[in-house]
């Protein structure tokens, strides 16, 4: 085949110059798509831990703050509330936080590293609405021997003063309990578990 009038050293050229600029646009054009994989500011912001100050929090008292867009709920618990807790187990589906979803060191009867201070997840683990807290013991509308607890208005789930989930209600297990620690009497750390960052 004659090659007469080709220049092989300058079709080499400009193939291996179309190509380096092609690909540096590709890489260009790549950059906000691959940018836009990374969590945004606000996003990283929400998954930090949440140090909160409990020292005026009251016995049944609850103070609620935002931890990865889930409300968090710091509930302070009576003695004469923790005394009823073992009476409720007849009442409960998981009353040893067997099949919930917690850390380990929420494995007990309080669901607590301090058993004076409940820190649950408020989300009904039914749906996601947020129960009420009703600390009084006393017939309610929906349990005529209430011994105080969380009830769920939006499908009447139940949970008892440690967010243990009463049977024969829609959500399938205990309110979660999320990662903290305490740092002293006074703060605690929400993402935080005792054994480091969860």
């Known amino acids: 085949m004659p090659t007469d009038g080709v220049n092989n050293g300058r ?13 540096t646009g590709v890489g260009i054009a790549a950059i906000p798509f691959v940018e836009s994989w990374k969590p945004s500011a606000k996003a ?8 909160v100050n409990i020292e005026g929090l ?3 008292q609850i103070l609620k703050v935002q931890w990865r867009g889930q409300t968090i709920g710091i509930l ?4 004469e509330v923790l005394d009823l807790l073992p009476s409720m187990d007849d009442r409960l589906r998981d009353p040893l936080s067997q099949e919930s979803e917690q850390p380990s060191f929420a494995q007990n009867e309080g669901r607590a ?8 997840n408020m989300h009904c683990t039914h749906l996601g609405c947020v129960p009420q807290v009703i600390p009084t013991v006393g017939a309610e509308p929906f349990d005529d021997d209430w011994k105080g ?8 789930s139940k ?4 967010g243990r989930v009463f049977k024969g209600v829609p959500a399938p ?7 903290y620690s305490f740092i002293d009497d006074k703060t605690l750390i929400i993402g935080v578990s005792p054994e480091g960052v969860a």
């Open 159 to 162: 949970f008892d003063m440690a």
């Open 149 to 156: 607890g969380f009830f769920c208005p939006c499908h009447k």
């Open 44 to 51: 990283q912001a929400i998954g930090a831990p949440v140090q």
């Open 173 to 179: 297990t205990n309110l979660r309990i999320p990662p």
């Open 58 to 60: 009251e016995p049944g």
């Open 11 to 23: 079709r080499r050229f400009l193939i291996a110059t179309t190509s380096v600029v092609g690909a």
């Open 76 to 79: 302070r618990r009576s003695k």
């Open 113 to 120: 590293l301090n058993e004076e201070f409940l820190v649950v």
